[in-house]
Structure formats: C-alpha cells, structure tokens
C-alpha cells in the first residue's frame, strides 16, 4: 500500500498559478502510475492529469491542457502538479492517486491508493 500527502494548495487570484506535490511512502511508488483529481463543491470527482511509471508519458483533461503540468521525481517519491493561468472554475479540492499499471490511466477506480486532498481555490 502507498501513503500519498498532498500539498501546496491554496488562494490565488485568476491567472496566477500553484504547485501542488503529492509525496508517497511505503510500496516502490516508481512501480505506479501516478494521477491527480479534482472535485469541486457539489460535483463528483474528476480526472485531472496522469503520469506512467517509466516512460514518463502524460495525459490530461481537455479542460487543462496547455495550462497544467504533471511531473514526478521518483527519487524522491514525489509527483507535482504545475497550475498555470488558473481559473475560478479550477476551484477544487485536488487529490493524488496512485495505480499499479503502466500507462496513463484516467478512470477513478484503476487508482488504489489515494491522498486526503488539498484546497486550491481561485478568485475572481
């Protein structure tokens, strides 16, 4: 099992940008596909952006594309999400995930491990 701790969240103005770390213990977090999630107030939770285990491959929802950045550091067990030009609808609690598959994969329950979230709030 993997323990995931998110960090960096926040209020920002729109436009401005944060980023969020996600760091792991426990199982080889190399061995894992890596994921962000958001879930806005009153909406179910979202796929965000993902990253493989090895070939460092990526993928992201449409609505973040050009402005979001995934990446990871296996070394020190950590995965970040770069938010650039945010807006108020980016407003959400972000959660990182983690699943034992290679690829990028973007449905909820492939994921098994899973982080408490944190707040990332846009103003207008």
């Known amino acids: 099992q993997v323990q995931l701790v998110e960090s960096g969240g926040g209020l920002v103005q729109t436009g401005g940008s944060l980023r969020l770390s996600c760091v792991a213990s426990g199982r080889i977090v190399s061995r894992s596909a890596m994921g962000w999630f958001r879930q806005a107030p009153g909406k179910e939770r979202v796929f965000v952006a993902a990253i493989s285990r090895v070939v460092l491959s990526t993928n992201y929802a449409d609505s973040v594309k050009g402005r979001f950045t995934i990446s990871r550091d296996n070394a020190k067990n950590t995965v970040y999400l770069q938010m650039n030009s945010l807006k108020p609808e980016d407003t959400a609690v972000y959660y990182c995930?983690?699943?034992?598959?290679?690829?990028?994969?973007?449905?909820?329950?492939?994921?098994?491990?899973w982080g408490q979230g944190t707040q990332v709030t846009v103003s207008s």
């Open positions: 995930a983690a699943a034992e598959l290679g690829g990028t994969p973007t449905f909820q329950a492939l994921y098994r491990d």
